[in-house]
Structures are given as C-alpha cells and as structure tokens.
C-alpha cells in the first residue's frame, strides 16, 4: 500500500554533485534504501538508513565515500546526496522501503519506487 515518489535525477557532467530525493505515502516510519542498476550490471545496493531514531547509515564499498543518505522524519522523505559523479555512476536509481530482511538483497524490501535516472558524461 506503500507508494514511492523520487525525484532529483538528470544528465551532468563528471565531478558535479546530485542530490536524489523519495517520499513515501502513507508514513510508515520505515527503514529505506537507495538501490542502483547501471549499464550491463543487476541492481545493486547502494544505501540504507534505519527507521527514525535507528541505527548508523550503511553503504557498499562500491561507492568510496561518495554517498550519504538522510531522511526527514516530518515528511518521511529519504535523500541521496552523491558527490564527485562519475561516469560509472551512470544509471536507474531506485529507493526501497519497509525491510524484512539484509538490507543490501533486492528481495528484503517490500515497496520500490519507479526509479529516477542519472546521466554522468565525461
């Protein structure tokens, strides 16, 4: 009954900064994370970051620092900052919500969103 709504993807160019944003409706104060699929790869985790008042973020090794995910508990909103894009980072961004389960499997989350895409040229 979830609904995912993302926005904050588009085309930039190499070393410039994006911020994603995910709201979802109702507020459930669930857990959410921010998944990826870039060209000839599966969708893979990104990020994750508890219920409100949970516990530390967590991020892949993939992303070397570059990532931050937050949220804003008055409007149940998730966000992605990535800082110093690059070419690789191109992709479908994806936010998930309500986990049951490892955070980084696909199959741990019960509600996705549509995906918002990301363009980095060099």
């Known amino acids: 009954q979830v609904q995912l709504k993302e926005s904050g993807g588009g085309s930039v160019q190499a070393g410039e900064s994006l911020t994603l944003s995910c709201t979802a409706s109702?507020?459930?104060?669930?857990?959410m994370a921010w998944f990826r699929q870039t060209p000839g790869k599966e969708r893979e985790a990104v990020a994750h970051?508890?219920?409100?008042?949970?516990?530390?973020?967590n991020y892949v090794d993939a992303v070397g620092g570059r990532f931050t995910i937050s949220r804003e508990t008055a409007n149940n909103t998730v966000y992605l900052r990535i800082n110093t894009l690059k070419p690789e980072d191109t992709g479908m961004y994806y936010c998930?919500?309500?986990?049951?389960?490892?955070?980084?499997?696909?199959?741990?989350?019960?509600?996705w969103s549509q995906g918002t895409q990301v363009s980095v040229s060099s």
């Open positions: 998930a919500a309500l986990l049951v389960g490892t955070w980084y499997q696909q199959r741990a989350w019960k509600y």
């Open positions: 109702p507020n459930a104060d669930s857990s």
């Open positions: 970051i508890g219920r409100s008042g949970g516990s530390t973020p």
